[in-house]
T-cell receptor, first 115, second 109 residues
Framework: IAGITQAPTSQILAAGRRMTLRCTQD?????MYWYRQDLGLGLRLIHY???????GKGEVPDGYSVSRANTDDFPLTLASAVPSQTSVYFC??????????????FGPGTRLTVL | GQNIDQPTEMTATEGAIVQINCTYQ??????LFWYQQHAGEAPTFLSY??LDGLEEKGRFSSFLSRSKGYSYLLLKELQMKDSASYLC??????????WGAGTKLIIKP
């Protein structure tokens, strides 16, 4: 593994189903982030984690949950998917704790379609 | 509210120079990033400015004026591979990154 990996690459999901998007980084970065990117809109922060064991809500957290059991992994769960959650999801990490002055490095993204 | 404005789309010619502008209104300022994002790929870091002035890095330069809430990304000697979206992002007073919607740059031969 080099950098950040995400799985799956893409997924088509029926509305109402539960789905977990996986994110793993091998850079030993303290902070990790989940964004969604929709056409015509900027990246929007869903949840973040400044360090293992802590998480926080971003701009659009409703319908999503995260956990940070260790430094490397930061899964994002959709408890009951809805069509408005159709988007491209990016996981990112940075070598910072609390202050986002360090560069964020992005995973390749997961393209999710909810029908 | 917080806002970052960039042109939606720009077109330029291979070999030419293009300037992509970004204006921002945020609660506080702790730095500004430029990222490049090719279609279907992840954003990748280009530059970071926290002080006023010009930062040069090869064919790419980034300028910041904090008093004007303004930055630009200057791309010289344009190549076809520079066709991408360019994202401006500002760190606000809470150290959250606020992202612009991005500028799609189309390079024509």
């Amino acid at each position: 593994i080099a950098g950040i990996t995400q799985a799956p690459t893409s997924q088509i999901l029926a509305a109402g189903r539960r789905m977990t998007l996986r994110c793993t980084q091998d850079m030993r970065h303290n902070a990790m982030y989940w964004y969604r990117q929709d056409l015509g809109l900027g990246l929007r922060l869903i949840h973040y984690s400044n360090t293992a064991g802590t998480t926080g809500k971003g701009e659009v957290p409703d319908g999503y949950s995260v956990s940070r059991a260790n430094t490397d992994d930061f899964p994002l769960t959709l408890a009951s998917a809805v069509p408005s959650q159709t988007s491209v999801y990016f996981c990112a990490s940075s070598d910072s704790s609390g202050a986002s002055t360090d560069t964020q490095y992005f995973g390749p993204g997961t393209r999710l379609t909810v029908l | 509210g917080q806002n970052i404005d960039q042109p939606t789309e720009m077109t330029a010619t291979e070999g030419a120079i293009v300037q992509i502008n970004c204006t921002y209104q945020t609660s506080g300022f702790n730095g500004l990033f430029w990222y490049q994002q090719h279609a279907g790929e992840a954003p990748t870091f280009l530059s970071y400015n926290v002080l006023d002035g010009l930062e040069e890095k090869g064919r790419f330069s980034s300028f910041l004026s904090r008093s004007k809430g303004y930055s630009y990304l200057l791309l010289k000697e344009l190549q076809m591979k520079d066709s991408a979206s360019y994202l401006c992002a500002v760190i606000d007073s809470n150290y959250q990154l606020i992202w612009g919607a991005g500028t799609k740059l189309i390079i024509k031969p």
